[in-house]
């Protein structure tokens, strides 16, 4: 256990509906990142904060994607009308200001069938 | 998209013997990191090293980076049945935006 904590971390879904995912990174960490991981595949990134402020958003993160962290503490990651290719582990890390070293919580598995 | 290629993809050794996995990739980088996940679970970081370290340890772990090849390789020693997980090298180019490998499946015989 890292101490970042991901909720729900199973999540079957029907195509169309909307989905939620929660990180709640280590308290003191400034820094927070998400990424997704398909079968067989090393993850990829998705989008940063630092604080409260989305620092940057990946290609991959469609209008249908959006990522929230008010007040610099837990994230949110909201897909929006789900689709088939959304199915993957969603993973969230954060770090501290003072390391580079990325501590991983355990994941949400999203299927949407 | 991934940042490079590892090697092997799958790796199958007896317990007691070394395992050793290779990275490659493609842009300039600040540090690279070598991480461990069991089967659908998180991540566990195992060991970071700086694009100005040639070589780095860790209990077990050694860890090789060479920027003019853009390569790196990390030596599991003695190697036992829990050491079993997918291993990733990732790349951090900026602000700690990882680019992942495709990892490589270890397997360890008891």
């Known amino acids: 256990d890292t101490g970042v904590s991901q909720n729900p971390r199973h999540k079957i879904t029907k195509r169309g509906q909307n989905v939620t995912f929660r990180c709640d990174p280590i308290?003191?960490?400034?820094?927070l990142y998400w990424y997704r991981q398909t079968l067989g595949q090393g993850p990829e990134f998705l989008t940063y904060?630092?604080?409260?402020?989305?620092?940057?958003k990946s290609r991959l993160l469609s209008d249908r994607f959006s990522a929230e962290r008010p007040k610099g503490s837990f994230s949110t990651l909201e897909i929006q009308r789900t689709e088939q290719g959304d199915s993957a582990m969603y993973l969230c890390?954060?770090?501290?200001?003072?390391?580079?070293?990325?501590?991983f919580g355990p994941g949400t598995r999203l299927t949407v069938l | 998209s991934q940042q490079g290629e590892e090697d092997p993809q799958a790796l199958s050794i007896q317990e007691g013997e070394n395992a050793t996995m290779n990275c490659s990739y493609k842009t300039s980088i600040n540090n690279l990191q070598w991480y461990r996940q069991n089967s659908g679970r998180g991540l566990v970081h195992l060991i970071l090293i700086r694009s100005n370290e040639r070589e780095k340890h860790s209990g077990r772990l050694r860890v090789t980076l060479d920027t003019s090849k853009k390569s790196s390789s990390l030596l599991i020693t003695a190697s036992r049945a829990a050491d079993t997980a997918s291993y990733f090298c990732?790349?951090?180019?900026?602000?700690?935006?990882?680019?992942f490998g495709q990892g490589t499946i270890l397997t360890v015989h008891p």
């Open positions: 990732a790349t951090d180019a900026s602000y700690g935006k990882l680019t």
């Open positions: 904060f630092q604080n409260e402020a989305q620092l940057e």
């Open positions: 308290s003191e960490h400034n820094r």
């Open positions: 890390a954060s770090r501290p200001e003072s390391t580079d070293t990325q501590y």
